[in-house]
């Protein structure tokens, strides 16, 4: 006589970045490994690898997850952690002027919301009267490719074009060292008007209020998995 199976149920979310509706399931036993390794591991691009796998196995839906954005893949993995071993998360949170750890407690599906900016910023970005640059929201990919300490990086990894007077150069027809030597010659207040389209692109934010002990009252804003696990 065979065992019973247990029915896996579904969950439906929407993608942040589009507003698509894809649905998921919670990882299984067999899965948890992954989501033990990646609250271990140190290392960005690492954690981000694990998440992505995680998220591929989980999907009910055929998607590129590593064409998404970084913080679709974030969002899909807290509701994927969730759904699969709780809302709540305990955190410890350092008082901004004593440095006292404060326990505080998260809930995944109320307290954590995706933050889109204000006011959107063009990713066609003119650098000059004659010259500029198209970017694009990073992705699981280009992340899991570039050192994300390194803006230089992130920046080459994230243009799609250059452009110019007469043509639009797109930066897949070039090598990596001409795009490279093109960025590196940019002076400061150009790549600063592209650090904004980066600095503005939407973010996982928890707000968090507490008094701590010594009198000090604490807003703070936890940004990203780092913050969160």
Known sequence: MALPKLETPTYKLKLPSTGKTISYRP???KEEKLL????????VKEMMNMI?????????????????????VEYIFLMLRSKSVGEDVEISIKCESCQKP??????LEKDIHVEK???????????TDTVGVIVKEPTVSMLSKVDQNNPIDVLIGCMDAIYDEK???KVEDYSKSEVREFVEAL???????????????????CDVEFNCSCGQK??????GLSDFF
Do not use: A, G, W
Request: glycine residues 0%; charged residues 30%.
């Open 36 to 43: 033990l390794m990646t609250k271990e591991s140190k290392d």
């Open 102 to 107: 404060f326990p505080f407690t998260i809930n």
């Open 218 to 223: 604490n807003n703070l804003k936890l940004q």
């Open 167 to 169: 043509t639009v150069h």
């Open 27 to 29: 990882f299984l036993v």
């Open 117 to 127: 900016p204000k006011k959107k910023i063009d990713n066609k970005i003119p650098l």
């Open 187 to 205: 002076n400061m207040k150009e790549i600063q008007k592209v650090q904004e389209f980066f600095e503005n692109t939407p973010k996982l934010i």
């Open 52 to 72: 992505t796998r995680l998220i591929e196995t989980c999907l009910v839906d055929e998607i590129d997850v590593s064409s998404l954005t970084s913080y679709d």
